[in-house]
Structure formats: C-alpha cells, structure tokens
C-alpha cells in the first residue's frame, strides 16, 4: 500500500481488523489511546533530542535512522487511527476544519515566511 493509493478508511479498517483479532478493544478507551499518541510522539522526539541542526541532518540520510523514525511515526499514526475509527471521528474532515481555522489564525498576509504564534502576528 502506498499514500497516493490508499484512504484513511482503509488505514482505519486495517488497525480495527488487526486489533479485534487480538481482542483489544476492551482496553483502547479515549485516555489510553490518548496516552498512546502522546508516548510515541515522545519516542519520535527522543531521537532527535539534543542534537544539532547539522546532527539531525545526518540522521535523516541514516538508513538505520530513518527506519527507526518511520516505526516511531508508524506508532504514532497507528494510535491516531485507532483513537478515530473506535470514536467516529473522520480525520480529513478533522482536518479540513482545523486548516480552516489555522486559515483565519495564520493568514498568509501576516504569517508567510514567519514561525510566530498566531497572538504574536
């Protein structure tokens, strides 16, 4: 499966086929799926902790590196997934809205070419 050809529906189906197999519903409650994202974002995160621009650089044209950035992002979409489809959520809608509301809080009049909080444009 590839981006270009594959729907978050069927993301969505693929983490519930292989969840309710192994019978896991009985513990993926909101708090711990939420707790889930927020754990795998951190592992993300601990590999590029503490290190330089130039020593991130290096990593991302590491082979073994980047196959261990694209488990921890696996395990962070994974969580994202299986909190949406266990609570109905549609996340390209989810999506659109909050673009939408980035939109009015980020125009590109004020906040092209800046990485400023929206309060501070």
Same mark, same amino acid.
């Given at each position: 499966?590839?981006?270009?050809?594959?729907?978050?529906?069927e993301?969505?189906?693929?983490v519930?086929?292989?969840?309710?197999?192994?019978?896991?519903d009985?513990f993926?409650? =909101?708090?711990?799926?939420?707790?889930?994202?927020?754990?795998? @974002?951190?592992?993300? #995160?601990?590999?590029? *902790?503490?290190?330089?621009?130039?020593?991130?650089?290096q990593?991302m044209?590491?082979?073994k590196?980047?196959?261990?950035?694209?488990?921890? !992002?696996?395990?962070?979409?994974?969580?994202? !997934? *299986?909190? @949406?489809q !266990?609570?109905?959520?549609? #996340? /390209?809608?989810e #999506?659109?809205?909050? #673009?939408m509301?980035?939109d009015?809080?980020? =125009?590109? /009049?004020? @906040?092209?070419?800046?990485?400023?909080?929206?309060?501070?444009l």
């Amino acid at each position: 499966m590839a981006d270009a050809s594959t729907s978050v529906e069927e993301l969505k189906e693929k983490v519930r086929f292989f969840c309710e197999a192994r019978n896991w519903d009985k513990f993926h409650n =909101p708090k711990d799926l939420a707790i889930g994202i927020s754990t795998e @974002a951190n592992e993300l #995160l601990d590999i590029f *902790r503490f290190k330089s621009q130039k020593e991130v650089s290096q990593i991302m044209k590491d082979s073994k590196r980047r196959n261990d950035i694209g488990r921890e !992002l696996a395990d962070v979409f994974y969580f994202v !997934l *299986r909190f @949406a489809q !266990l609570n109905g959520f549609d #996340l /390209s809608n989810e #999506l659109d809205k909050k #673009l939408m509301e980035n939109d009015k809080k980020y =125009p590109v /009049s004020k @906040a092209k070419n800046s990485n400023k909080k929206y309060t501070e444009l």
